[in-house]
């Protein structure tokens, strides 16, 4: 049984996934990669969400399989430089870990998993309010490198 703060939680994370689409939808392969002002680059952006993305599945003990290479690429305390994977490849996980957890948001007995290694949530429920404002502000961040890069400005 779906609960309203259930659709209402499924909603925001559908809504917060098609906006980040749509900020790197019209980035080409060489914007994706640039580093404006020396900040890391929006292929980087996307990829460190899609990776706490995952990270949140582990900490609720539920797998993920994410590139092993998105360990050393993405986590905090990187900032994109060195070689990165093309923005189509990181849309692509980014989309398959968003449908992972829609899935779970559909399934309260999932949401009530506790989750370890984090003070700041302790039930995956908690975890996927928290990760979307995480997903916001690297959003932001991709909306400061389009301006950097002379792209249109996107709701």
Do not use: C
């Amino acid at each position: 049984m779906v609960t309203d703060w259930q659709q209402m939680l499924k909603k925001q994370w559908e809504l917060n996934t098609e906006r980040f689409a749509q900020a790197v939808a019209d980035v080409t392969p060489e914007e994706a990669q640039a580093r404006p002002q020396n900040l890391a680059p929006i292929v980087w952006q996307l990829g460190h969400v899609t990776y706490y993305d995952a990270m949140l599945m582990r900490r609720a003990g539920l797998e993920h399989d994410l590139p092993a290479d998105y360990e050393k690429m993405f986590p905090i305390g990187t900032d994109g430089r060195g070689p990165l994977p093309p923005l189509a490849d990181v849309l692509t996980e980014f989309h398959r870990g968003s449908r992972r957890l829609i899935e779970l948001i559909e399934d309260a007995s999932a949401l009530a998993r506790p989750t370890t290694g984090t003070a700041n949530y302790n039930t995956l429920a908690d975890g996927l309010i928290y990760v979307l404002g995480h997903r916001e502000y690297h959003r932001g961040k991709v909306m400061t490198l389009r301006a950097l890069l002379g792209k249109p400005r996107i709701r």
